[in-house]
T-cell receptor, first 114, second 118 residues
Framework: DAGVTQSPTHLIKTRGQQVTLRCSPKSGHDTVSWYQQALGQGPQFIFQYYEEEERQRGNFPDRFSGHQFPNYSSELNVNALLLGDSALYLC?????????????FGPGTRLTVL | AQKVTQAQTEISVVEKEDVTLDCVYETRDTTYYLFWYKQPPSGELVFLIRRNSFDEQNEISGRYSWNFQKSTSSFNFTITASQVVDSAVYFCALSEASLTGGGNKLTFGTGTQLKVEL
């Protein structure tokens, strides 16, 4: 049973560039969430996708956008990168996305902005 | 607004000691869910347990046990006879049932770094 997968593992970008991160949910899951985890902090919720639409959004600027595909995989796009965007980006999936549903996390993408 | 507080930034113990990680939460909801996750150095968050707000029965699973008390808004986690492999960052998280539009957004605490030494 394949778990949540993310690509790439590591990424180095410069300020002002754009980046796309990818996530494949756990088999059978239809809901994907993205979190940003700065060094030494807990994960912060960016947004959640369900049925190819953004269902919930955290307190992140419009530079952060996403997409969910018919096969439930998802992309996170960040435009006009800032130094402060350097973080571990975690993708999580669940079935249905109800508050009681457990989210399972991928290994993350480490983004470094120079 | 929801909030999760993990006041212990770092805990160091010697192997075989028992250790308790504290979690205090704030929510206005009457229905909510609490989670514990473990994050080893590899970075992936590993799910440990989920409890709902209407079930205060405490649970034991092997060396792990959880103490949920609504009266004090706490959901503490204890590792009995700790092992070096338990070394990781542990996160407590909250999901509320009243979220507009649905969804299961998690609000995390800042984590507790547990170091188990020989």
């Amino acid at each position: 049973d394949a778990g949540v997968t993310q690509s790439p593992t590591h990424l180095i970008k410069t300020r002002g560039q754009q980046v796309t991160l990818r996530c494949s949910p756990k088999s059978g899951h239809d809901t994907v969430s993205w979190y940003q985890q700065a060094l030494g902090q807990g994960p912060q919720f960016i947004f959640q996708y369900y049925e190819e639409e953004e269902r919930q959004r955290g307190n992140f600027p419009d530079r952060f956008s996403g997409h969910q595909f018919p096969n439930y995989s998802s992309e996170l796009n960040v435009n006009a990168l800032l130094l402060g965007d350097s973080a571990l980006y975690l993708c999580a999936s669940s079935l249905g996305g109800n508050p009681s549903d457990t989210q399972y996390f991928g290994p993350g993408t480490r983004l470094t902005v120079l | 607004a929801q909030k999760v507080t993990q006041a212990q930034t770092e805990i160091s113990v010697v192997e075989k000691e028992d250790v308790t990680l504290d979690c205090v939460y704030e929510t206005r909801d009457t229905t909510y869910y609490l989670f514990w996750y473990k994050q080893p150095p590899s970075g992936e968050l590993v799910f440990l347990i989920r409890r709902n707000s209407f079930d205060e029965q405490n649970e034991i699973s092997g060396r792990y046990s959880w103490n949920f008390q609504k009266s004090t808004s706490s959901f503490n986690f204890t590792i009995t006879a700790s092992q070096v492999v338990d070394s990781a960052v542990y996160f407590c998280a909250l999901s509320e049932a009243s979220l507009t539009g649905g969804g299961n957004k998690l609000t995390f605490g800042t984590g507790t770094q547990l170091k188990v030494e020989l």
